[in-house]
């Protein structure tokens, strides 16, 4: 069954860590995205890539940053964990030439870290 | 730029009561809005999207220009509509969601 794929599912690191959270999909779609859940702030865009040659900053990449691997995986690193970055992070795809530009994103299941 | 504002973070109804989860936009352009659904551990999916003006297991949602709304309704709430839902707008290009920060709707028997 074509997938959004995230691991780690669950981390626990501390302050000053470098942490990668990856996302894998068998979708065969061209963008991906990542974003954060916080209670009372929603879903916030962090990076998102058209294709593997294209990455863009959402509206809050800093302390962030990505790779895209291959058109399947697209990595999210925090370089120096602080505590503030303890979130639950989605990963979604989408892909607006089939079926339409319809806007649909597909999700991951959520990646929980927590930075002590 | 772009908003999207859900003023409720909770909002909890008796089954069989007609539900409205109110979403309100700004974007100086033609807006797409969606309603997105987080059930209890399930993933984050489309509920429905202006474009399609349908109605999905019971919800509907009419954007409103003028008031610059996209309010969820449904006529008689369940229990297993009990979740977590997101407004989301799209607007300019690349298919990037500004999502609202959310609703919890508890529907109690």
């Known amino acids: 069954d074509a997938d959004v794929t995230q691991t780690p599912r669950n981390r626990i690191t501390k302050t000053g860590k470098r942490i990668m959270l990856e996302c894998s999909q068998t979708k065969g779609h061209d963008r991906m995205y990542w974003y954060r859940q916080d209670p009372g702030l929603g879903l916030r865009l962090i990076y998102y890539s058209f294709d593997v040659k294209d990455i863009n900053k959402g509206e809050i990449s800093d302390g962030y940053s990505v790779s895209r691997q291959a058109q399947a995986k697209f990595s999210l690193s925090l370089e120096s964990a602080i505590p503030n970055q303890t979130a639950l992070y989605f990963c979604?795809?989408?892909?607006?030439?089939?079926?339409?530009?319809?806007?649909?994103?597909?999700f991951g299941e959520g990646s929980r870290l927590t930075v002590l | 730029a772009q908003r999207v504002t859900q003023p409720e973070k909770l909002l909890s109804v008796f089954k069989g009561a007609p539900v409205e989860l109110k979403c309100n936009y700004s974007?100086?352009?033609?807006?797409?809005l969606f309603w997105y659904v987080q059930y209890s551990r399930q993933r984050l999916q489309l509920l429905l999207r202006h474009i399609s003006r349908e109605s999905i297991k019971g919800f509907t949602a009419d954007l409103n220009k003028g008031e610059t709304s996209f309010h969820l309704k449904k006529p008689f709430a369940q229990e297993e509509d009990s979740a977590m839902y997101y407004c989301?707008?799209?607007?300019?290009?690349?298919?990037?969601?500004?999502f609202g920060t959310g609703t919890q709707l508890k529907v109690e028997l």
């Open positions: 974007y100086s352009g033609s807006p797409e």
């Open positions: 979604a795809t989408s892909d607006p030439t089939r079926g339409g530009h319809t806007g649909e994103l597909f």
């Open positions: 989301a707008l799209r607007g300019g290009g690349g298919n990037k969601l500004t």
